[in-house]
């Protein structure tokens, strides 16, 4: 199933480099999320959109950039990217359901960055 | 956002029911309970998710005890393929940001 991609999977760069990672999705979702996740921890919230005028800061936003392109097109950046942004990447999207209360988070499977 | 404890760690037998426990004793009214899992790292999957009625679907069931202060995450007869990392997640059903806050969750090991 591949309603939600990411590219690239795995990118190996040097520190001061700048860096884009894309997130593209066919599930028709207004809102698309950027995680990172560290080594045995959980994921965290790098910015967050509710459409595509719409950008939020999450939990740890300093070091990285967005842009959503379309309504599929989120892509997260590293203007200078540094060694301890090295972490697994996840693009995420859902639907509003109030009714239901439902967020139902749909995930690509992540890109992998190395930042030496 | 409310807060959840979950143990780090738990294993069972192939074939079993794995019983996944979840702490929130500060969930407010209008906050729901969400369970994901993330298998090696590939991205997370939704699970289930219920207010307070105990729900199932062909993956799981939850169940959450009166008081809504805990939950159960049930895999009623676990594989092999169901080894992960499980998320119980705890965030209002109405809110606009709609974000979910990951814990560390549960690592679960299926034994064959």
């Known amino acids: 199933d591949a309603d939600v991609t990411q590219t690239p999977r795995n990118r190996i760069t040097k520190t001061g480099k700048r860096i884009m990672l894309e997130c593209s999705q066919t599930?028709?979702?207004?809102?698309m999320y950027w995680y990172r996740q560290d080594p045995g921890l959980g994921l965290r919230l790098i910015y967050y959109?509710?459409?595509?005028?719409?950008?939020n800061k999450g939990e740890i936003s300093d070091g990285y950039s967005v842009s959503r392109q379309a309504q599929a097109k989120f892509s997260l950046s590293l203007e200078s990217a540094i060694p301890n942004q090295t972490a697994l990447y996840f693009c995420?999207?859902?639907?509003?359901?109030?009714?239901?209360?439902?967020?139902?988070?749909?995930f690509g499977p992540g890109t992998r960055l190395t930042v030496l | 956002d409310a807060k959840t404890t979950q143990p780090p760690s738990m294993d069972c037998a192939e074939g079993r029911a794995a019983n996944l426990p979840c702490n929130h004793s500060?969930?407010?009214?209008?906050?729901?309970v969400y369970w994901y899992r993330q298998i090696h790292s590939q991205g997370p999957q939704y699970i289930i998710h219920?207010?307070?009625n105990n729900e199932t679907n062909e993956m799981a069931s939850l169940i959450i005890t009166e008081d809504r202060k805990s939950s159960t995450l049930i895999l009623p007869h676990a594989t092999l393929r169901d080894t992960a990392v499980y998320y119980c997640i705890v965030r209002p059903g109405m809110d606009s940001s709609y974000k979910l806050i990951f814990g560390s969750g549960t690592r679960l090991l299926v034994r064959p």
């Open positions: 599930k028709g979702h207004d809102r």
């Open positions: 995420a999207t859902s639907d509003l359901r109030l009714t239901s209360g439902s967020n139902e988070q749909f």
């Open positions: 959109s509710f459409d595509v005028k719409d950008i």
């Open positions: 219920g207010l307070k």
């Open positions: 500060t969930i407010s009214g209008n906050e729901y």
